[in-house]
């Protein structure tokens, strides 16, 4: 079964601009949650989607959203980049339920830079 | 709110020592408690989680938890450590009232194994 996959591996983008990642879920889990990973503020959970609905948001301002298609992929997208976005988004997938009963797979990331 | 804090940004053990990496909870009610390890330029991986059946937990590649109570701590331990474990180590907590996948994670421990 191929694991979660994220496109692209690896953005450089300068401020002001937009962008949009990418998150190919697990075949049969229809969760995705996503994940910015900064040396400064570590892990920090910015939303997750279920069934095309979004279930949890975390606290970033408005410029990050996301999206979830019917066969469960899923895109992130921040616009107006400034330099602290740089980071590594990771997105998770689990078929659905809670954290207790499903186990979350990650992907490898999009590391982006911003400039 | 929900937190967790890892004691010891950088820990180093020599092959075949104890590993023992610390993790306290702050939760009136007690969460789901997960570790994951993270290896370089990959995304996480869970080790194993707590969901309030046994307090000591068992996971892959010879780590286990214990669940304490009293002192709100999830420490992670291992008898001998190996050289491939070295990576990046995340404790994390998840709102047992939450539906969904949200995670909080602590801010990692990075543990070096020394030949």
């Known amino acids: 079964k191929a694991g979660v996959t994220q496109t692209p591996r690896y953005l450089i983008k300068t401020r002001g601009q937009q962008v949009t990642l990418s998150c190919s879920p697990i075949?049969?889990?229809?969760?995705v949650s996503w994940y910015q990973q900064t040396p400064g503020q570590g892990l920090q959970f910015l939303f997750e989607?279920?069934?095309?609905?979004?279930?949890n948001k975390g606290n970033f301002p408005g410029r990050f959203s996301g999206r979830q298609f019917s066969n469960s992929r899923s895109e992130m997208n921040v616009s107006t980049l400034e330099l602290g976005d740089s980071a590594l988004y990771l997105c998770?997938?689990?078929?659905?339920?809670?954290?207790?009963?499903?186990?979350?797979?990650f992907g490898p990331g999009t590391r982006l830079t911003v400039l | 709110a929900q937190s967790v804090t890892q004691l010891g940004s950088h820990v180093s053990v020599s092959e075949g020592a104890l590993v023992l990496l610390r993790c306290n909870y702050s939760?009136?009610?007690?969460?789901?408690l997960f570790w994951y390890v993270q290896y370089p330029n990959q995304g996480l991986q869970l080790l194993l989680k707590?969901?309030?059946?046994?307090?000591l937990v068992k996971g892959i590649n010879g780590f286990e938890a214990e669940f304490k109570k009293s002192e709100t701590s999830f420490h992670l331990t291992k008898p001998s450590a190996h050289m491939s474990d070295a990576a990046e180590y995340f404790c994390?907590?998840?709102?047992?009232?939450?539906?969904?996948?949200?995670?909080?994670f602590g801010q990692g421990t990075e543990l070096s194994v020394k030949p």
């Open positions: 994390a907590v998840s709102d047992r009232s939450n539906q969904g996948g949200k995670l909080i």
């Open positions: 707590y969901t309030s059946a046994a307090t």
């Open positions: 989607y279920f069934s095309e609905t979004q279930r």
């Open positions: 939760s009136s009610v007690p969460p789901y």
């Open positions: 998770a997938s689990s078929l659905g339920g809670s954290t207790a009963t499903d186990t979350q797979y």
């Open positions: 075949s049969g889990h229809r969760s």
